[in-house]
């Protein structure tokens, strides 16, 4: 039990990977790990899509066009804002829930994690164009040669959600157990329509997040430990 938490607690986001391709069959097995995990009456309300090769290429030069787009959309005068809310290029697709602010519980965890990650990579707060230049690289899957899109079944909603969260974090733990580096990317999940340009998805899924997955690199970034929170900040009191 020991081991295991200590394999747990050794488990970390990979941001920086080596171009090394990963076999087709690790990727068939972490996916098949994944399928071990507890499923809402065994349903499995979610598909997941794999880029690599080209396909990875295409979306990874698709994205930044369009975080490019959105970053010219920011500098511009009022004309020009017009004129690209009218092509909308940029424009999340879907879950504009990742670009909206969090809420004031989740808020103050949400801005140590930003804080504390932007020291380890030296970045100050105000210089917006290394911040900018960090968040692109979730556009490059960080160097990953495999991106994987998780989407769920519309009909379940959150229990779809939760469903292929259990998914994924089999598949990250095995992952890991094999040497390689993941990172769950809210930051795909934005332009949906782009994702279902290059596979065959039926409408009644959404897409959840990516997943990039490779070999980790001795980059520094990968060294970042993300504080853990303790248990009792989870636990509510009882009311008597
Ligand atoms: C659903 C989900 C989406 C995430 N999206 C991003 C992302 O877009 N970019 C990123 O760098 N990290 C992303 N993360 C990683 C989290 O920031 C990370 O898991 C958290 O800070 C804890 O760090 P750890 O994974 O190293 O333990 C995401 C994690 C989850 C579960």
Known sequence: MDDFSTFLASRRSTRDFLPEPVPMEMIEQIIEDGLTAPSWSNTRPFVVAIATGEVRDRLSEEFLRRWNAVKDFRGSGIFRKIGSIFRRYGFPTSNWLVVKKYHKDLLPRSRKIGKD?????EIEREDKEARDGFWARNYEFFGAP???????????GKFAASDAGLFMQNLIL???????GTCPQGAVA???DAVREEFEISKNYSLLCGICVGYPSQDSINEFGANR????EIIPPLKR
């Open 174 to 180: 095995s992952a890991h157990s094999k040497g390689l």
């Open 229 to 232: 929170i303790p248990p009792s």
């Open 146 to 156: 495999v991106e994987l899109f998780l989407f769920t079944h519309k009909s379940l």
């Open 190 to 192: 934005v332009w949906e």
């Open 117 to 121: 990650l932007y020291a380890h990579m």
